[in-house]
């Protein structure tokens, strides 16, 4: 019995030898065709913001302008729900600065009327998160060809490339489709995106969309993708900066103890000579007790 279940096994894993060895014949000797995506993709655009490195900081300035160009174009498809209105004091909005954007957004938030008991809607208060442009996930698939647009709070975590990819994104929908490319109805081409045809009309379509205050940069559509990359990056970590400071507050305190270990130990150890006692069962009071409880059991040698 057990000569014939080794056959078998034997007999199986040269199936699966064989097997293997064919398929590896067959795609080194025919390799599959490339997909068109893995031909004219592209990896992001460089982009150096102010809050990039270990000692980065924002620029609130910048963040107040990438707010503002999420918050007249991007807000119309693109919830940030876990973003409260009172968290952009962090971006140097102050606190009548924050009610006034809270009661004048666009969507209201979902309420019950007191009064009725039924469903209703408030003005958003700055403790309330961003309500979503949709109700819910149903009506965003159907305003938008059944394609559900994301959350934008966590998108630079989110996306390989973080901000990069975001600001790629929003100014890579110039290109034009390779000859060999039929863009489907209702998607847009962008080399940036995974898959080359998204459903994302672009965005940022003309310079001066946005009105930046005076004293801003122009607000080219390079600029307006690269103020809103950064915004997005403050919303995904807005603590970055207290990170910063406490990791260079670690490093700096870790030096100095490495420092004093270092001369404490050339102040008291350095010249110490060290004595090796002799341990085990060869030292002279361990035999000693050996001869003792042996002469007490009665145990010769």
Known sequence: MRFILGFIGAVFAGVLLISMIGNLSTYFSNPPAPLVSDLYHKEPKELHLSSDGPFGKF????????????SEVCSACHS????SFRDLKGIGYNDAEIKKIASDWKTQV???N???????TR????SDNFPPPFANEVAARAANNNALPPDLSLITKAREGGAAYVYSLLTGFGNKPPAADQVPPNLHYNPYFANLNIAMPPPLTTDGQVQYAPGNPKPTVDQMARDVAAFLVWTAQP??????AAGLSICIFLLIATILGYLAYQQIWHEAKRAVRITGPLEPQNQAKTRRAKAKQGVVG
């Open 239 to 244: 603590d970055l900066e207290n990170r910063h």
């Open 80 to 83: 940030l729900k876990l973003v």
């Open 123 to 126: 003005k958003a208060l700055p």
């Open 59 to 70: 620029d609130n300035q910048q963040l107040q302008r990438g707010f503002q160009v999420y």
């Open 114 to 120: 007191p009064d009725t008991g039924e469903a209703s």
């Open 110 to 112: 979902p309420s019950i």
